[in-house]
């Protein structure tokens, strides 16, 4: 299948992922002044080879944040910006317009610095929902094709599963859409205990 049905918005899975947005969306207004929001877009299950199909814009060049969620259960926060929404952003925090060329020092710190931000929002509602320690590594910046680095991310859970789940996190500013994203893979350990707690939630309706 290529995403949850809405019967499934009930599930342990989607109320994890549902209340780690909404920590983030908190984190995220604040750091921005109130400009920015967040929303969950979605929960996919989707086969590797399809994974373009569910992330816009995956074939293009994108300045990306990594970090790893890191503990017992775990898996890879992926942060997506558009450049071209991604300037107003670095200029409104940092109060320092961007080159057109390359970013700076300043601007490449807010950037690992909103990572840092979300993913410890986003590890935080993991632990608090799991019991189990799960912690944010040191992001890394880069700039590459999201598809390839997704499909990286994804390999741990692919040796298990057939089919990948992941969740995706939309941004807003103002009530408009950018076309940036929050993409968290699940690592296999992850994977396992999310089908888990959806089958114990299910035998016990």
């Given at each position: 299948?290529?995403?949850?049905?809405?019967?499934?918005?009930?599930?342990?899975?989607?109320?994890?992922?549902?209340?780690?947005?909404?920590?983030?969306?908190?984190?995220?207004?604040?750091?921005?002044?109130?400009a920015i929001s967040l929303e969950l877009d979605?929960?996919?299950?989707?086969?590797?080879?399809?994974?373009?199909?569910?992330?816009?814009?995956?074939?293009?060049?994108?300045?990306?944040?990594?970090?790893?969620?890191?503990?017992?259960?775990?898996?890879?926060?992926?942060?997506?910006?558009?450049?071209?929404?991604?300037?107003?952003?670095?200029?409104?925090?940092?109060?320092?317009?961007?080159?057109?060329?390359?970013?700076?020092?300043?601007?490449?710190?807010?950037?690992?610095?909103?990572?840092?931000?979300?993913?410890?929002?986003?590890?935080?509602?993991?632990?608090?929902?799991?019991?189990?320690?799960?912690?944010?590594?040191?992001?890394?910046?880069?700039?590459?094709?999201?598809?390839?680095?997704?499909?990286?991310?994804?390999?741990?859970?692919?040796?298990?599963?057939?089919?990948?789940?992941?969740?995706?996190?939309?941004?807003?500013?103002?009530?408009?859409?950018?076309?940036?994203?929050?993409?968290?893979?699940?690592?296999?350990?992850?994977?396992?205990?999310?089908?888990?707690?959806?089958?114990?939630?299910?035998?016990?309706?």
């Amino acid at each position: 299948m290529s995403g949850f049905p809405e019967s499934s918005t009930s599930s342990a899975t989607w109320r994890l992922f549902d209340a780690a947005t909404r920590a983030t969306a908190d984190r995220m207004t604040t750091w921005s002044g109130g400009a920015i929001s967040l929303e969950l877009d979605g929960i996919v299950c989707v086969p590797m080879h399809e994974l373009f199909e569910h992330v816009p814009g995956a074939d293009r060049l994108a300045t990306l944040v990594l970090i790893e969620a890191e503990g017992d259960i775990g898996g890879i926060l992926t942060l997506l910006f558009d450049d071209a929404s991604l300037g107003k952003f670095l200029e409104r925090i940092s109060g320092v317009p961007v080159s057109s060329e390359e970013l700076s020092e300043l601007h490449e710190s807010v950037l690992m610095e909103t990572g840092n931000i979300l993913a410890s929002a986003f590890t935080g509602t993991i632990c608090e929902q799991s019991g189990y320690l799960v912690l944010p590594s040191p992001p890394t910046l880069l700039r590459d094709y999201a598809l390839s680095v997704l499909e990286q991310a994804s390999f741990d859970q692919a040796m298990t599963h057939d089919q990948l789940v992941l969740s995706r996190t939309r941004f807003e500013k103002d009530g408009e859409t950018l076309d940036w994203q929050l993409i968290f893979v699940p690592n296999s350990a992850m994977r396992a205990w999310l089908d888990e707690a959806d089958q114990t939630q299910t035998t016990t309706l």
